[in-house]
């Protein structure tokens, strides 16, 4: 007589989606009323809810924060399927990896590159590339049941690439350029952050909505990202301004000089190109193996259910950042920032040390994506500090680099040849976080004043 083994599938009580909603309410309506003095901070920074005397930054903000959770809602849509769109394809274990290495491949030698291009041409431009390149891939996949992988993701890749920069780039450009106080910006930063996270959601629900059957193809999810695509090209060119960027020879000599000077001697610069590239790969080493990990030894999940934990986590950790710069903080933000990567390392490690449960691991991927939604405007408030704005996109790009060669060599030797174990993976990855704690560490100890005067925020 047989011996039958029951299997168990475990799964997510719903109201962990209920804590995270009410938490980012919490975080983010509960805030005014925690700040030290409500005169002091309307001098100071301009909270996203007010109105008043702040209402042209409102409607710059609100415009820009429309057209980025568009284009955040595309990028969502292009990676909603994964492995499970190759498999239809009838691509192998060995052509999926090789797919994804070449699109590592084109982010290593053509994204490094496109953040000084933007500089050149200008961020409207590159932003208006991105939306191409997005409209290229969703007609590809669209009118074709077995379209060119390999063109697909290396214009993904080099899209993802332009994704990291461009806006920001753009919007910091253009902020300034309208003459709003800088300490403004961080309430953008984190909104981003939030706004991205939040239609990444929006998307998954959108893409799986489309595909009832995937028999007949993912043509709809990918139709609806190249209208949206075209909806984002048109929104480019009537409501942002043209910004020329450097045309002249003469113009791109003197950006070559500024750029060596402050980006390629700088050694604040370097250290926040460092701490940019370990949360890109810890991020990308996440998404490879996040879901091999969970459902390790044949462990039963609904994944899809999971997912939206994860980026809720990534929404509760972007509102605690004006907590963190604001007049309620008794700690300065950088000390904040460093506690952040060690907790986000700390999550890898004990993941990449030691098999855990299932709940255990939902929740120590939770706490990773959390640290990872304050890092990521952290970042960003540091790089108007110490960089400026016409070479911002360089600086982000070539950060980027390190990167994404790592990911190159991890699908190589990981993925195709399988020479290396997921847990050592995870552990690169934790200690790339490590050491970027302790690179912002160091710029506490540095002297130097930064470019502009943020009020000790």
């Known amino acids: 007589m047989g011996v039958v083994i029951e299997r168990e599938e475990w799964e997510l009580n719903p109201l962990v989606y209920v804590f995270l909603f009410a938490s980012c309410l919490a975080s983010i309506f509960f805030y ?60 192998s274990r060995e052509q999926m990896v090789l797919v994804l290495a070449a699109g590592a491949a084109a982010a290593l030698f053509i994204g ?28 590809l996949k669209s009118v074709s049941w077995l379209p060119n992988v390999w063109v697909a993701s290396v214009c993904l890749a080099i899209a993802s690439s332009i994704f990291s920069f461009c806006f920001e780039t753009w919007m910091v450009t253009e902020h300034e350029k309208q003459g ?18 939040a239609s990444l959601v929006g998307s998954q629900g959108l893409a799986n909505l489309s595909v009832k059957d995937l028999r007949r193809g993912f043509s709809l999810p990918y139709a609806s990202a190249a209208l949206l695509a075209i909806i984002g090209v048109l929104y480019i060119r009537k409501e942002w301004k043209e910004w020329s960027g450097c045309q002249h020879t003469s113009i791109i000599g003197s950006y070559r000089k500024s750029f060596s000077s402050h980006v390629l001697q700088d050694k604040r610069i370097w250290t926040l190109a460092w701490a940019q590239g370990s949360i890109h790969f810890s991020l990308y080493v996440f998404w490879f193996l996040w879901a091999p990990t969970i459902v390790a030894d044949g462990r039963e999940v609904q994944l899809s259910q999971i997912y939206p934990c994860f980026i809720g986590s990534r929404m509760l950790g972007s509102t605690g950042f004006p907590w963190s710069y604001g007049m309620t903080s008794p700690v300065h933000n950088e000390d904040t920032l460093t506690i952040a990567y060690i907790v986000a390392g700390m999550a890898l490690s004990i993941v990449a040390y030691d098999y855990q449960e299932i709940g255990v691991l939902v929740i120590v991927f939770c706490i990773f994506h959390a640290c990872v939604g304050f890092i990521l405007p952290s970042l960003a408030r540091l790089r108007t500090m110490y960089l400026p704005n016409e070479l911002r996109g360089g600086m982000i790009s070539l950060s980027l680099a390190p990167a994404n060669a790592a990911i190159l060599l991890v699908l190589i030797e990981g993925g195709y040849h399988r020479k290396t174990e997921n847990s050592t993976i995870m552990a690169l990855a934790a200690f790339g976080l490590f050491s970027a704690g302790g690179c912002i560490h160091m710029l506490r100890w540095w002297i130097k004043h930064p470019r502009q005067n943020w009020h000790d925020l």
């Open 112 to 139: 490094t590159f496109s953040g000084i291009l933007s500089d050149v041409i200008g961020a409207r431009k590159a932003c208006t590339l991105y939306c191409i390149l997005h409209l290229l891939v969703g007609v």
């Open 180 to 197: 709003h106080k800088q300490d403004m910006l961080g309430d953008t930063f984190w909104l981003m952050t939030f706004c991205e996270s």
């Open 32 to 91: 005014p009323y925690f700040s030290k003095s409500s005169s002091i901070r309307a001098s100071t920074a301009s909270y996203p809810f007010d109105l008043g005397p702040t209402a042209p930054f409102l409607r710059f903000q609100r415009s820009f924060l429309l057209l980025y959770s568009l284009v955040s809602v595309i990028e969502g849509i292009q990676s909603a399927f994964g492995e499970y769109e190759y498999v239809q394809y009838g691509l």
